[in-house]
């Protein structure tokens, strides 16, 4: 049987959505209005955090969060990497200075050490990115004593110590693009932060820079959320811990189906509750596994397998002599494999012995 590598549905609930749609489409308010009011309420309750602003999208999400939290043009930013290059090009765009850190290849995220590396008198904000569903240091981050703005486009539902991702830092950002664990029906994001001040100035940058539509204070951006998307996702995110906890679910079935004897799992923190966006392995080839597996229907994919400081674009910030060694192995051993809130036992049983078969013959 076909297993993909992850399959996008709405989880049953198409039907709510159509009528939530409906209901949106007749009211004749399609851009921000009460509908996004409501999701920003109901998602900053959900996380702990006092407010949520809804953007575009993640990456705007990640330049206006920068440029609230007071990075100006000059202003270094330290980050990983190893992520998606929205990130680093958010930070471009925030007219900032990236500077990127390591990341330990066992968690895929940075660490304390990592970030302490590239700091400089100039660092002014630190981002470190839940890559994957796991959950970076981010709190402890704060200690470092400058503003912490988590990419937690990844890592929706996530905790560590006991609090979610997206409330460790300063402000966090999300992405609601379909393919995250909590994702609407099109481009969508969110910043969220406990800092009225912050979420003010996000307010502002979202809306051309203007508190009351008349006088513009800034030059900011068209970056709102659309309030279709805001009633598809307030009908989500009610299963989103549901939907989590079948994700790990699909996670412990692997190990108890016999990964670890053939592949380096996905790395497992006693205080952190992972969101397992994906299910990501590290083994020394992991790109003729995965073809193995795609004869046999298997969907397995390699992540970021340039990292974003080897990006032609990033090239003038690449670090002196290139060395990130974590990234690098990151980016050179990971391998995707199926995950997702409907993954069945006996799909995980299919491709686990599926990885013995190919590894045993390869
Ligand atoms: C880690 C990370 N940061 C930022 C983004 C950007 O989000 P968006 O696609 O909504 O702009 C994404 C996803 O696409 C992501 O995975």
Not at 49 to 65: L, S, Y
Not at 153 to 164: S, V
Not at 238 to 245: E, G
Request: aromatic content about 6%; proline content about 6%; hydrophobic content about 45%.
């Amino acid at each position: 049987m076909p297993v993909p590598l992850f399959a996008t549905s709405l989880a049953g609930r198409h039907e709510d959505i159509v009528l939530k749609l409906a209901e949106v489409t007749a009211s004749g308010r399609y851009i921000l209005g009460p509908e996004v009011e409501a999701f920003e309420e109901e998602l900053a309750l959900y996380l702990g955090v006092g407010h949520c602003v809804g953007v575009g999208n993640g990456t705007d999400a990640i330049t206006i969060a920068l440029r609230a939290l007071g990075v100006a043009p000059g202003d270094e930013v330290v980050l990983p990497s190893f992520t998606f290059y929205a990130t680093a090009e958010a930070t471009v765009n925030a007219g900032a200075t990236p500077v990127f850190c390591d990341v330990d290849p066992a968690t895929f995220c940075v660490t304390e050490e990592t970030v302490r590396a590239a700091l400089t008198p100039r660092t002014r904000a630190i981002v470190p990115v839940h890559l994957f569903g796991n959950v970076a240091p981010a709190a402890q981050l704060r200690d470092l004593g400058l503003p912490v703005l988590e990419d937690a486009a990844q890592a929706a539902g996530a905790t560590r110590a006991g609090r979610r991702a997206g409330a460790l830092g300063q402000a966090a950002t999300f992405s609601f693009f379909p393919s995250k664990n909590l994702g609407g029906l099109g481009d969508g994001g969110a910043v969220v932060t406990d800092d009225e001040d912050v979420a003010a100035a996000a307010r502002r940058l979202r809306f051309h820079g203007s508190e009351d539509k008349r006088t513009h204070t800034e030059v900011g951006y068209n970056s709102r959320l659309d309030s279709l998307q805001a009633a598809a996702l307030r009908v989500l995110l009610p299963d989103l811990d549901a939907a989590n906890a079948a994700r790990r679910t699909a996670a412990s079935a692997y190990r108890e189906h016999g990964l670890p004897d053939l592949l380096e799992p996905p790395s497992l923190e006693a205080e952190v509750e992972h969101a397992y966006h994906l299910y990501v392995v590290r083994t020394g080839r992991p790109d003729e596994l995965a073809a193995t597996l795609a004869a046999r229907g298997i969907g397995a994919r390699g992540y970021y397998r340039t990292p974003v400081h080897r990006q032609p674009a990033m090239a003038r910030w690449a670090p002196a002599g290139g060395a990130l060694p974590g990234t690098d192995e990151a980016a050179r051993t990971n391998l995707a494999l199926p995950m997702g809130p409907e993954l069945r036992e006996r799909d995980v049983a299919e491709v686990v012995e599926a990885c013995a078969v190919a590894l045993a013959t390869g």
